[in-house]
């Protein structure tokens, strides 16, 4: 199981705007997609070019941000599920955010709380398939003890509910087949920054 999210203590649509001026300041300007325009292989985009989200409806405090990256073994900024860059972001601009991620069958788990801009929690976790306990208060269940403290409803909701008629299938990724659209349901953003000369 392979799981990276992003919540915030705000409201979808302040979130899809701070994502959006994040975004700006790095030369990234909203584009349109369409099922024809939308990457169907994982190699095909480049995440300095391209930027794709789905944000969820707000449940309880908060609203999921899962980022769909594509990615190969080329150089690139970052190797995780979730831009920290963007949790800070969202922490200066809309509110209270999370991340966290988990590469379960590598025994990896990583969560962080940010709050104005800074990180004022966080915590990582690897074992070995051997190593791992069933005692609740062992150190890799930590996570699960933030979800339930801090109200997740629903830890994996951005992510299993991949909407939209702007959604292409994706290799082997499940999506739903109805289109879910506006912030009474789930937004999903495009991002684009256009190649450099040469590039």
């Known amino acids: 199981m392979g ?9 979808p649509a302040a979130v899809a705007a701070a994502i959006e001026r994040h ?14 325009r939308h990457p ?3 190699k095909e985009v480049r995440e300095d ?27 690139r900024e970052r190797w995780g599920y979730t831009d920290e860059a963007l949790a800070l972001s969202l922490s200066k601009d809309a509110g209270e955010a999370w991340r966290m991620e988990i590469l379960d069958g590598a025994g990896f788990w990583l969560w962080a709380r940010y709050v104005g801009g800074r990180e004022v929690e966080g915590g990582a976790y690897q074992d070995a398939p051997g190593e791992r306990s069933a005692d609740p208060a062992h150190p890799r269940y930590a996570l699960n ?3 339930e403290r801090e109200g997740f409803r629903n830890v994996g909701l951005a992510y299993e509910h991949i909407p939209g008629p702007c959604v292409a299938p994706i ?25 450099a000369e040469g590039a």
């Open 145 to 147: 003890r933030i979800i």
């Open 23 to 36: 975004l700006a300041a790095r030369g990234f300007a909203r584009a349109v997609m369409t099922p024809a």
């Open 49 to 75: 070019r391209i930027r794709l989200y789905w944000i969820s409806p707000r449940v309880g405090r908060w609203t999921g941000v899962f980022e769909f990256r594509y990615y190969s073994n080329e150089a």
């Open 3 to 11: 799981f990276g999210h992003l919540y915030v203590d705000a409201d």
């Open 171 to 195: 290799e082997n990724v499940p999506q739903g087949a109805g289109g879910i659209e506006g912030y009474e349901g789930f937004a999903h953003l495009a991002f684009e920054r256009p190649a």
């Open 40 to 42: 169907r292989r994982m």
